[in-house]
């Protein structure tokens, strides 16, 4: 089963009076354990699909399957929970929660979904020292590098063993050596946890390591390529 | 982690904040449980002083607070001695009983025809002894021993008059009054004899022992008034009064009109040598909590061993309705700050929650991404404001408590209304448990509910729009 099918899909955005089409007719399919990128140019509308395939926003039309569910019909608590259980994200800008150390801020999607603590402190381990970074699980945000940050941000989405990982221009906050190891490291999970890893980048580094690559423009889909499995 | 864990600790991330906050709330509760401490102890003060001047209760005629007091033989209690033997062998009444004691009040005229000068007056008749050991009743801890009744020990035909008699009938000299002014020398009356049927009237009320009784006490002659009142059959009848002391009672209506005498006098005066008669038997409990329990029981008994006798019960609050009007009035005071000091907090943890939705809106798209309802987020809020309430409400009581502490043991002192002698500044806020649960209650709700707004506006954002927040 494809993690997530996307047919004919419509988002606009008011702009002061004026309505402005992000997407167009977009209709994709993500192949399952991939790594596909959302390519484009600023504006292309990268963002914006990324959000709605992460169900933190809603189509003008269109229906958006995942995991077999149109998500569209959801109510808000129902997709708050759907996106807990089935989707990871990492934000370009981490994102992580200033007062819990990096330890706590993996367990937390766990603490939501009420896993038992003994299976937590299991999980957690396994996902930190995954991202290199057992020795700092105490650590607060405020201590760690961006890219020890990434990479707890990291940690955090495969928390709950999401079928989907959504990053948005993971590496934009990065400097290039490090945003190469943090492409790496995602891919590396991406093959150990066996996720279905979307990201949204313009970065060549990136592209290189795609799967798939979706190129937008415009708000509509311009070429999809996929590499052979 | 838990809600309250990381609600505890986004308190403590922006620490200037929450110290601020919490200092308002802790001046709130500090302000409001001082000035309800200051009110308790006035209050306080207040029934300790009806308590001991006439009991928790009062058994009267069941007429007599409606027309008895201007005809004290019709509306009296004939067989007193029974009644007040009845009460005090109850078994339900007598373990709540200190003192059990008769008392009569009636109307008259203070004559000193010396000086040619007389004044309505009002008179009470009491049983010195009794009305002494109701002075020790001291339920709230009051500092001071309790006062001794000046008539303690006095010859038969003693009384005790209020500063202002002393004054219009000439006394304050003899009696050595002090700051009692006298007329102009001009404006004296020239004193003429006692009419010849009031002074035979005394000469018959005068009973030969007390002459011997006031030889006794070796001092010498105190000043004599005249009071004049009607009998059980409308005749007039007089007393001669040697007066022991004038004292103030702290109200100017009191002082002009008071005469305290020994009750067998005051009964010779009303019933001559008809069956002496009482207007009013007082009862003083052991705590002012049992007078529901007492009025119980009397209600009982009046309908068995005490249903010919035409009783009622009536409690201090009733008998004194000044103390019912202050003690409104003091909590409509305290109510109104309580409502101001509310109002202060609400907008002071309402402005620290807006500020912290705002400051982390983006952490709410964070959250919200990740997977927490919107309740969640409500929740952690609500939590927030909660803690702050709880905290603030601690830091409150535990601050007045430290303050009422240094204030109570600072010695100062305060003269309060219907008192001529100042007493000791004292502000009750330890074990008043019900204020102080009650102030702390209502500082973590109006922060819980300030709280509210913030956290519905956060649960209401839009994941995206929280997001892009910058």
């Known amino acids: 089963m494809d993690p997530l099918i996307i047919r004919h899909v419509d988002k606009t955005y008011p702009l002061g009076k004026f309505p402005v089409p992000a997407l167009r007719d977009i209709t994709v399919t993500i192949r399952p354990n991939c790594f596909t990128v959302l ?3 600023s504006g292309s509308g990268k963002t ?14 269109g229906e958006i399957e995942v995991a077999g569910r149109a998500v569209a019909a959801l109510s808000d608590d129902a997709l708050a929970d759907f996106r807990l259980r089935h989707i990871g994200f990492i934000f370009q800008n981490f994102n992580l929660l200033p007062v819990l150390d990096a330890y706590e801020n993996v367990e937390y999607p766990l603490v939501l979904t009420r896993t038992p603590a003994a299976q937590r402190r299991r999980r957690v381990g396994e996902l930190l020292d995954a991202v290199g970074l057992s020795q700092h699980a105490r650590h607060r945000p405020g201590q760690l590098s961006g890219g020890q940050r990434q990479r707890v941000a990291i940690a955090r989405a495969l928390a709950t063993g999401p079928l989907l990982v959504l990053a948005d221009e993971p590496t934009a906050n990065l400097d290039s050596g490090t945003g ?27 592209l290189a390591q795609a799967d798939d690559a979706i190129v937008l423009k415009d708000g509509r889909i311009l070429s999809v390529a996929r590499r052979a499995s | 982690m838990n809600t309250l864990s990381l609600a505890l600790r986004n308190l403590l991330r922006n620490r200037r904040r929450s110290v601020a906050t919490l200092s308002a709330m802790m001046l709130g509760g500090i302000s409001v449980l001082l000035f309800g401490g200051y009110v308790q102890n006035i209050i306080d003060g207040l029934q300790t002083g009806y308590v001991r001047a006439g009991g928790h209760l009062q058994l009267q005629h069941r007429d007599y607070l409606l027309y008895g007091s201007g005809d004290p033989t019709a509306y ?11 009460i005090e062998h109850d078994p339900v009444l007598a373990p709540l009983l200190t003192v059990v004691t008769p008392t009569l009040e009636f109307g008259g005229i203070a004559g000193n025809f010396a000086a040619g000068v007389s004044r309505t007056v009002f008179a009470s008749g009491v049983v010195i002894a009794d009305q002494n050991r109701m002075q020790e009743w001291n339920d709230y801890g009051f500092l001071g021993s ?3 009744l000046a008539l303690t020990g006095t010859a038969p035909d003693a009384a005790v008059i209020g500063t202002g008699v002393a004054r219009i009938l ?14 102009a020398a001009a404006a004296v009356a020239e004193g003429r004899p006692m009419p010849q049927d009031v002074a035979l009237l005394a000469a018959v009320d005068t009973a030969p022992e007390d002459s011997a009784a006031r030889a006794d006490t070796g001092a010498g002659p105190p000043p004599h008034l005249e009071l004049l009142a009607a009998t059980t059959g409308g005749a007039p009848n007089v007393a001669r009064l040697s007066v022991v002391k004038a004292e103030s009672l702290g109200v100017k209506e009191a002082d002009d009109a008071f005469i305290g005498l ?23 409990l052991h705590h002012t909590s049992q007078i529901p329990l007492a009025r119980q029981r009397l209600a009982e008994l009046f309908k068995t061993s005490l249903r010919d006798d035409p009783l009622a019960a009536h409690d201090f609050g009733t008998l004194n309705p000044y103390y019912g009007q202050t003690v409104g009035m003091f909590d409509a005071i305290f109510g109104f700050i309580a409502v101001l000091i509310g109002a202060i907090v609400l907008f002071t943890v309402g402005n620290t929650m807006n500020a912290a939705v705002v400051e982390r809106t983006v952490e709410i798209g964070t959250l919200r991404a990740i997977g927490l309802r919107r309740a969640g987020i409500r929740r952690l809020f609500v939590c927030e404001g909660l803690l702050l309430g709880l905290c603030g409400s601690l830091l409150g009581v535990g601050g007045a408590l430290l303050l009422a502490a240094l204030v109570n043991h600072s010695g100062l002192t305060w003269t309060p209304p219907g008192r001529i002698t100042p007493v000791h500044l004292n502000v009750r806020v330890w074990g008043e ?13 109006v922060a819980v509910c300030s709280a509210w707004w913030p956290a519905r506006r956060a649960a209401k954002l839009e994941v995206v729009e929280a997001l892009r927040h910058v």
């Not at chain 1, 943090?182 to 949204?200: D, G, K, P, W």
């Not at chain 2, 020994?262 to 003083?284: D, N, W």
Request: net charge neutral.
């Open chain 2, 76 to 86: 009296g209690i004939a067989d007193y001695g029974r009644v007040i033997a009845i």
């Open chain 2, 146 to 148: 309790p006062e001794t």
């Open chain 1, 39 to 41: 390519s484009g140019a």
């Open chain 2, 262 to 284: 020994h009750l067998p006098e005051a009964q010779r005066l009303i019933y001559g040598r008809a069956r002496p008669q009482v207007t009013a038997i007082a009862l003083q």
């Open chain 2, 170 to 183: 000439r006394l304050c000299g003899p009696l050595h009054v002090a700051d009692c002014p006298q007329p």
């Open chain 1, 180 to 206: 190469a190891a943090i492409i790496e490291l995602i891919r590396a999970v991406q093959q150990t946890f066996a996720a279905t890893v979307v990201f949204s980048s313009h970065d060549p580094q990136v």
């Open chain 1, 48 to 61: 914006t699909l990324l959000n709605l395939i992460g169900c933190i926003d809603r189509p003008d039309a």
């Open chain 2, 433 to 445: 448990l019900s204020m102080l649960g009650g102030t702390a209650a209502g500082l973590t709700a």
